[in-house]
């Protein structure tokens, strides 16, 4: 008696019968395909068992024979039933060459009246191969606990979350108030309201003295020489004095308290250094780096205080302990450095006072005139009038005031007109004093013309402030995701 997984079965005349044991389940000998072609007997296989009736045994073979003469592919094609779901996924092309080749061996067999037992054992294993490959009908999958559901969220969201503030500018509070950058800046200067004005880190007396001679020059002149000149000569001497006055001591305000244009700090925080110690035994310093500025090529150092390198016509002011875009100058009678966003109104205070201190210098004087020949008083009686001694007070402080300023408006003028800058200046003056024979450095920043360096300078926008000392610091609350979880 045979096992039933070496069961084997022999194909005889119709008075045989079949081996005994356990025989397989019929579905084993009919299995059945989900999809056929239709009209194409071929393309369902039929294994079945041998009838004792010979008519059967011979539509067997007729179908076999068809079925080997047939060259309609096994699978259905394009004018078939509806598509296979996804899950169902068609045999391999393998399969279905060993299919073909496991009918011809039986069709072979059963023409030279063999059985099962006699052929070799690759025939059989081809049919136990053809048996199993009934493909069930098509089912939903059913998810499995290890693998996760289609219905849920993915691990990753490349979408970030809707947050107010974001994530990426948290700002920075202690104690429930806002951190504002002022309070996080490492300078000398002084800081006021809230970080909106600020002075330089110079002591303010110069600036409060110079304030102060500009208050008392214009107070005294309208107190006296200008009520005179309002009610004897023409209100419009007063007028143009005053708004004069008015455009000096608005400008000389906004210059002292105005950013300068203090560049951000810590953007070069590791920056390249030389193969080789220096030949002196010095301090190793940053690489300089070389940028080219229209025809010529701008050499930019690195602050290390402020670990960033500089912009061409930049500068440090140790006063300050700033990096300073486009410096001029720290000027003390402003308490501030003078800097590209602050250089136009400089300019307008020199021009202004100049232009002020000129015509109380000459409004004075001619009221002084003016009491001595129409009022026919004598100088000195002219002197005690109470209109007299303020003028004459305006004319001394005017006068002595003048020179400075209208040297310093002459100076800062010419550099307009070819469009450097006063460091610029004096780094030239010293090389012409160490190479006296040769020539003067290039500018590239000239625009060729006096006109359009005037334009370039005064006409430019103030931009705004690198420092933005008045907003909020902020912070990046955003967290690296690390991947799912294990």
Same mark, same amino acid.
């Given at each position: 008696?045979?096992?039933?997984?070496? =069961?084997?079965?022999?194909?005889?005349?119709?008075?045989?019968?079949?081996?005994?044991? #356990?025989?397989?389940?019929?579905?084993?000998?009919?299995?059945?395909?989900?999809?056929?072609?239709?009209?194409?007997?071929?393309?369902?296989?039929?294994?079945?068992?041998?009838?004792?009736?010979?008519?059967?045994?011979?539509?067997?073979?007729?179908?076999?024979?068809?079925?080997?003469?047939?060259?309609?592919?096994?699978?259905?094609?394009?004018?078939?039933?509806?598509?296979?779901?996804?899950? *169902?996924?068609?045999?391999?092309?393998?399969?279905?060459?060993?299919?073909?080749?496991?009918? @011809?061996?039986?069709?072979?067999? #059963?023409?030279?009246?063999?059985?099962?037992?006699?052929?070799?054992?690759?025939?059989?294993?081809?049919?136990?191969?053809?048996?199993?490959?009934?493909?069930?009908?098509?089912?939903?999958?059913?998810?499995?606990?290890?693998?996760?559901?289609?219905?849920?969220?993915?691990?990753?969201?490349?979408?970030?979350?809707?947050?107010?503030?974001? @994530?990426?500018?948290?700002?920075?509070?202690?104690?429930?108030?806002?951190?504002?950058?002022?309070?996080?800046?490492?300078?000398?200067?002084?800081?006021?309201?809230?970080?909106?004005?600020?002075?330089?880190?110079?002591?303010?007396?110069?600036? @409060?003295?110079?304030?102060? #001679?500009?208050?008392?020059? =214009?107070?005294?002149?309208?107190?006296?020489?200008?009520?005179?000149?309002? @009610?004897?000569?023409?209100?419009?001497?007063?007028?143009?004095?005053?708004?004069?006055?008015?455009?000096?001591?608005?400008?000389?305000?906004?210059?002292?308290?105005?950013?300068?244009?203090?560049?951000?700090?810590?953007?070069?925080?590791?920056?390249? *250094?030389?193969?080789?110690?220096?030949?002196?035994?010095?301090?190793?310093?940053?690489?300089?780096?070389?940028?080219?500025?229209?025809?010529?090529?701008?050499?930019?150092?690195?602050?290390?205080?402020?670990?960033?390198?500089?912009?061409?016509?930049?500068?440090?002011?140790?006063?300050?302990?700033?990096?300073?875009?486009?410096?001029?100058?720290?000027?003390?009678?402003?308490?501030?450095?003078?800097?590209?966003?602050?250089?136009?109104?400089?300019?307008?205070?020199?021009?202004?006072?100049?232009?002020?201190?000129?015509?109380?210098?000459?409004?004075?004087?001619?009221?002084?005139?003016?009491?001595?020949?129409?009022?026919?008083?004598?100088?000195?009686? =002219?002197?005690?009038?109470?209109?007299?001694?303020?003028?004459?007070?305006?004319?001394?402080?005017?006068?002595?005031?003048?020179?400075?300023? =209208?040297?310093?408006?002459? *100076?800062?003028?010419?550099?307009?007109?070819?469009?450097?800058?006063?460091?610029?200046?004096?780094?030239?003056?010293?090389?012409?004093?160490?190479?006296?024979?040769?020539?003067?450095?290039?500018?590239?920043?000239?625009?060729?013309?006096?006109?359009?360096?005037?334009?370039?300078?005064?006409?430019?926008?103030?931009?705004?402030?690198?420092?933005?000392?008045?907003?909020?610091?902020?912070?990046?609350?955003?967290?690296?995701?690390?991947?799912?979880?294990?």
């Amino acid at each position: 008696m045979t096992s039933p997984r070496s =069961a084997s079965f022999v194909i005889q005349p119709a008075s045989t019968t079949h081996a005994g044991g #356990i025989q397989p389940s019929a579905s084993f000998f009919r299995p059945s395909r989900p999809y056929s072609r239709p009209g194409s007997p071929s393309s369902i296989i039929d294994i079945g068992i041998p009838d004792h009736d010979e008519s059967d045994q011979q539509h067997e073979f007729v179908s076999l024979k068809r079925m080997k003469q047939s060259r309609e592919p096994l699978l259905p094609g394009p004018s078939g039933p509806p598509s296979v779901p996804h899950s *169902y996924s068609p045999a391999p092309s393998r399969s279905a060459t060993r299919l073909v080749r496991t009918s @011809l061996d039986r069709v072979l067999s #059963i023409s030279r009246g063999l059985s099962f037992d006699s052929t070799p054992k690759r025939h059989s294993h081809a049919l136990s191969t053809t048996a199993s490959m009934s493909i069930p009908p098509p089912t939903s999958p059913s998810p499995s606990p290890s693998s996760p559901s289609l219905s849920e969220p993915p691990l990753f969201n490349p979408t970030p979350p809707s947050h107010s503030p974001p @994530l990426r500018a948290v700002p920075l509070t202690i104690t429930n108030r806002p951190v504002r950058r002022w309070e996080q800046h490492p300078s000398r200067n002084k800081f006021l309201f809230n970080g909106r004005l600020l002075t330089g880190g110079d002591t303010p007396y110069a600036f @409060l003295a110079s304030f102060t #001679i500009v208050l008392g020059i =214009a107070g005294v002149w309208f107190s006296t020489t200008a009520v005179w000149w309002w @009610l004897n000569i023409s209100p419009a001497v007063s007028v143009v004095t005053g708004y004069l006055a008015l455009i000096t001591i608005s400008t000389m305000i906004t210059t002292a308290t105005t950013d300068p244009g203090i560049l951000p700090r810590n953007l070069d925080s590791d920056p390249p *250094y030389p193969a080789s110690s220096p030949s002196d035994g010095g301090v190793r310093a940053p690489m300089p780096r070389d940028l080219k500025v229209r025809s010529d090529v701008v050499r930019v150092k690195y602050c290390p205080t402020c670990k960033t390198y500089r912009p061409p016509r930049s500068s440090h002011c140790k006063m300050c302990d700033n990096c300073v875009d486009g410096c001029d100058h720290h000027c003390q009678w402003v308490n501030n450095c003078i800097g590209r966003r602050n250089y136009t109104t400089f300019f307008a205070l020199l021009l202004s006072a100049t232009l002020s201190l000129i015509l109380i210098i000459v409004t004075s004087a001619l009221h002084l005139y003016f009491l001595t020949s129409r009022d026919h008083l004598s100088f000195k009686q =002219a002197l005690s009038n109470r209109q007299g001694t303020g003028s004459a007070v305006a004319f001394g402080l005017s006068v002595s005031v003048v020179w400075p300023v =209208a040297a310093l408006l002459t *100076y800062h003028m010419r550099l307009l007109l070819l469009n450097t800058t006063t460091i610029e200046q004096i780094r030239n003056q010293a090389h012409k004093s160490l190479i006296p024979s040769g020539p003067a450095p290039p500018n590239p920043f000239s625009h060729g013309s006096w006109g359009r360096n005037v334009a370039a300078v005064l006409c430019r926008p103030t931009g705004w402030s690198w420092l933005d000392a008045s907003a909020p610091v902020k912070e990046d609350r955003r967290e690296v995701w690390e991947g799912p979880g294990e």
